[in-house]
C-alpha cells in the first residue's frame, strides 16, 4: 500500500471517529439517550463518573483529537511525499489516542461494568488508526 493510500485510510477513519464522538457529544450535552446497540450500556457510561473530564464531555476529547488526526493527513497529503513531522506527528497522536482509550475501555470492563457500542467502535477505530500510522511511519523510514 502505497503512503498516500495510507493517508487516505487514516483520513477515512478520522471522518468515521469524528462522525461517532460529534454524536456523543450531542448526546452527552443534550441529556438525550444514545441509540446503543445490543444492550443498554451506553446509557451507563453516559451517565457514570468517568464520562467528563475538568467540564469537557470525553466524546469531545475524541472528537477534538479525530479532528487532529484528520487535519494532519490533510498536510500530509498535500505534497509529493509526507513531511516527516505529519508522520510522526499521526504517529504520537495515534499512540496517545490508543493508551487512552485503552483506559476508557478498562474503565467500562472493570469499574463501570457495562459497555458502550459506540466506545466500542471508536477502539476499533483507534486500534486501526495506530496501527495504520506505525506502517506509514515505517514505510515513510523506508523511503527516505
Given at each position: 500500500?502505497?503512503?498516500?493510500?495510507?493517508l487516505?485510510?487514516?483520513g477515512?477513519?478520522?471522518?468515521a471517529g469524528?462522525?461517532?464522538?460529534?454524536?456523543?457529544?450531542y448526546?452527552?450535552?443534550?441529556?438525550?439517550?444514545?441509540?446503543?446497540?445490543?444492550?443498554?450500556?451506553?446509557?451507563?457510561v453516559?451517565?457514570?463518573?468517568?464520562?467528563w473530564?475538568?467540564?469537557?464531555?470525553?466524546?469531545?476529547?475524541?472528537?477534538?483529537?479525530?479532528?487532529?488526526?484528520?487535519g494532519?493527513?490533510?498536510?500530509?497529503?498535500?505534497?509529493?511525499?509526507?513531511?516527516?513531522?505529519t508522520?510522526?506527528?499521526?504517529?504520537g497522536?495515534s499512540?496517545?489516542?490508543l493508551?487512552?482509550?485503552?483506559?476508557?475501555?478498562?474503565?467500562?470492563?472493570?469499574v463501570?461494568?457495562?459497555i458502550?457500542?459506540?466506545?466500542?467502535?471508536?477502539?476499533?477505530?483507534?486500534?486501526?488508526?495506530?496501527?495504520?500510522?506505525?506502517?506509514?511511519?515505517r514505510?515513510?523510514?523506508?523511503s527516505v
Amino acid at each position: 500500500m502505497s503512503l498516500r493510500r495510507l493517508l487516505q485510510g487514516i483520513g477515512v477513519l478520522a471522518v468515521a471517529g469524528l462522525a461517532i464522538s460529534t454524536y456523543l457529544t450531542y448526546v452527552y450535552t443534550t441529556d438525550s439517550v444514545a441509540i446503543c446497540f445490543g444492550g443498554g450500556g451506553c446509557d451507563t457510561v453516559q451517565h457514570s463518573p468517568y464520562a467528563w473530564i475538568m467540564g469537557i464531555p470525553i466524546p469531545t476529547l475524541g472528537a477534538a483529537a479525530y479532528l487532529l488526526v484528520l487535519g494532519l493527513a490533510a498536510v500530509a497529503l498535500r505534497g509529493r511525499e509526507p513531511a516527516e513531522w505529519t508522520v510522526l506527528a499521526l504517529f504520537g497522536t495515534s499512540l496517545v489516542g490508543l493508551l487512552f482509550s485503552a483506559y476508557l475501555t478498562y474503565l467500562e470492563l472493570f469499574v463501570i461494568h457495562a459497555i458502550c457500542t459506540w466506545c466500542v467502535v471508536s477502539a476499533v477505530i483507534q486500534v486501526l488508526l495506530f496501527g495504520m500510522a506505525v506502517v506509514l511511519w515505517r514505510r515513510h523510514q523506508q523511503s527516505v
